[in-house]
């Protein structure tokens, strides 16, 4: 090696060495971190691991990896003490959240079972039940249908006597919030469940209401399921003043309490308000009912509600599973806990029975019932003792005449008084408008 060349490699040996350490050391400093992060392994990971290979290699019957893993995962949510968790598989998943935006039903017609079997009980504007004629007063029965998902309706007007199929494709219509006038300043708003978007519905429909006169609301929240914890808060709030007690909720077994407080001015403080309730009313639909009872802001009409006072997370799992645990508890703004188990749900102050839901009143009983003696030529087809059977013989003539035009001429009229028949809807009515809830 010259002179040259041996200089220049002695001007270059700290440098190399510098290199050659930073690196070393930046591998180190990478395992030790890496180390860090790293979890130590799990012995619980590496039994499951254990089980899950002895089947893939030994059980008797085949299965994919996959298969097993959607078992394994299903059975170990089923496994936990909550009644409400559940392991949702992709399209389980993809059905439950296309529900939350856009809830589906019955398109656009209410049916109620009475002492005349079931009967149509409303038909919503411009909706598929609408376009297909149906109408208050409608004799219904239900048929099974060849088409999956498909609602299969054999219909018949009062004083007809053929039947009449009309078939809806399966997915139904929107089920969103329906505003049915009740007459005399009263509205009923039917919440169907608590969808994306549901308090926005509530605010309009009760915005357009208002000023067009209305001065009692009555909510019907019976056969409401629940939904999104939020928007039964959302909801909650529209009728409450600011700053006024929600909810409290309790996370984790009690580890993380909260109040959830009321953020702005309620936009309807003289609005009147009822909430019909019964057996079948839960989850957010109790937490609207038991915050608007504990602030004076609503009269409850009708049943002790379902119970549920739980609300679930829904956690993305990879491949588009998903699992929905119980992760807290609600309580009312006075701290009650409407737990099945504890205190049987949240509690009407008007009670009505279920058994006095099923008769109609009298008087839209006996007009009903008049078509079918006048038209028909015969007696009411009632079993003894449900109803007074010579009362309905002798309808005349001039009572089917007057059914026949109401309902033609006038159906949100024939509509509002069917409606007001309901027993839950008459005790809702019965406070005076101007009264404190």
Request: net charge positive; proline share 8%; glycine share 10%.
């Amino acid at each position: 090696m010259t002179a040259r060349r041996r200089g220049r490699a002695r001007r270059w040996a700290p440098a190399a060495w510098f290199a050659a350490g930073a690196l070393v050391g930046a591998l180190c400093l990478g395992a030790i971190f890496s180390a860090r992060q790293r979890p130590a392994p799990d012995p619980r990971a590496a039994l499951v691991r254990g089980v899950f290979d002895a089947i893939l290699a030994h059980g008797d019957q085949p299965m994919t990896p996959q298969q097993l893993d959607e078992l394994a995962s299903r059975r170990m949510v089923e496994a936990l003490s909550d009644p409400w968790a559940e392991f949702l598989a992709p399209a389980q998943r993809q059905r439950y959240r296309a529900e939350l935006r856009q809830p589906t039903g019955v398109p656009g017609v209410r049916l109620r079972e009475t002492s005349l079997g079931t009967l149509v009980e409303a038909v919503a504007p411009q909706s598929p039940a609408e376009r297909a004629g149906l109408r208050p007063g409608d004799r219904a029965r239900r048929l099974p249908s060849s088409a999956p998902g498909a609602l299969l309706l054999d219909l018949r007007a009062p004083g007809e006597t053929a039947w009449r199929q009309v078939q809806f494709p399966p997915g139904g219509a929107p089920d969103r919030v329906e505003a049915l006038p009740l007459g005399d300043g009263a509205l009923l708003l039917r919440v169907p469940r608590f969808y994306d978007g549901v308090t926005r519905d509530v605010e309009r429909e009760l915005a357009v209401a208002v000023r067009g006169g209305t001065s009692h609301a009555v909510f019907d929240l019976r056969g409401n399921p629940g939904g999104l914890f939020e928007e039964g808060i959302a909801l909650a709030e529209v009728l409450l003043d600011s700053g006024r007690v929600v909810t409290t909720v309790d996370a984790r077994g009690g580890a993380r309490r909260q109040l959830i407080l009321d953020r702005a001015p309620q936009r309807w403080p003289g609005l009147h308000v009822s909430v019909l309730i019964d057996g079948t009313t839960a989850s957010s639909a109790e937490l609207v009912a038991a915050a608007w009872q504990d602030h004076d802001r609503a009269r409850l009409v009708g049943a002790p509600t379902f119970g549920k006072g739980v609300f679930q997370t829904t956690v993305a799992l990879p491949d588009g599973y998903a699992v929905r645990i119980s992760s807290g508890r609600w309580y009312s703004p006075s701290g009650f806990s409407p737990d099945r188990a504890s205190s049987g749900g949240v509690r009407p102050d008007a009670r009505v029975a279920p058994a006095d839901a099923t008769p109609l009143a009298a008087g839209e009983e006996r007009l009903l019932m008049g078509v079918e003696a006048a038209v028909l030529g015969r007696a009411p087809l009632l079993q003894e003792g449900t109803v007074g059977s010579p009362a309905f013989a002798a309808a005349s003539a001039d009572e089917a005449e007057r059914l026949r035009h109401w309902r033609a001429d006038d159906t949100r009229a024939w509509q509002a008084s069917f409606l007001r028949s309901d027993p839950f809807v008459r005790e809702a009515l019965a406070a005076e408008p101007g009264a404190a809830p």
